[in-house]
């Protein structure tokens, strides 16, 4: 009902008013930066201002750990997997896994952790990887970029050097 029942409903609806949404054009990006906003930060008070959550700094710094090893080690594995020499990916294709196949949501699994943790008593505790999850990606991400890029740029340009012209 959370999750499934809404983005039904909206395809059918998007069929009848996608003329309108053309023509008015609405500020969907902004609408949608302020639900996921809206999202994490009503997560962030129900986890951290549950008085049952037993974290202390030490866990919460271990989980954000491994949280990032995860991360960069899913990363590591898509860049690897993607450039194999059979694999048939440009490097823009590459840049595209790397950051498409790691990268998940909180709009997403907060609604799931609560569907299916609904009613148990640590489910703050339980959101806590997550919640750090979205943050780590997002850093990851931007700290990767300018090296990432550099090395697509570079590896177009070795293509293009190398492609024979006709």
Known sequence: MTVVV?????????????DWLERKKPPFGAVSSCVLLTIIYTTFCDTFSNPNIDLDKFS????????FSIQLSFMLLTFLFSTRNNSGFTPADTVAIIFCSTHKSLTLGIP???????????????SVPLL??????ILLGSVLVPTIKSWMVSR???VKLTRPTV
């Not at 919460?60 to 949280?67: A, E, R, T």
């Open 60 to 67: 919460l710094l271990l989980v954000l750990f491994i949280i």
């Open 132 to 137: 750090i999850y979205h943050p780590v990606q």
């Open 112 to 126: 799931m952790l609560k569907i299916v943790f609904a009613g148990h008593e640590h489910l703050s505790l339980i």
């Open 156 to 158: 177009q340009k070795g």
């Open 6 to 18: 809404p983005l039904i409903i909206g395809q059918i609806v998007r069929r009848y008013i996608k």
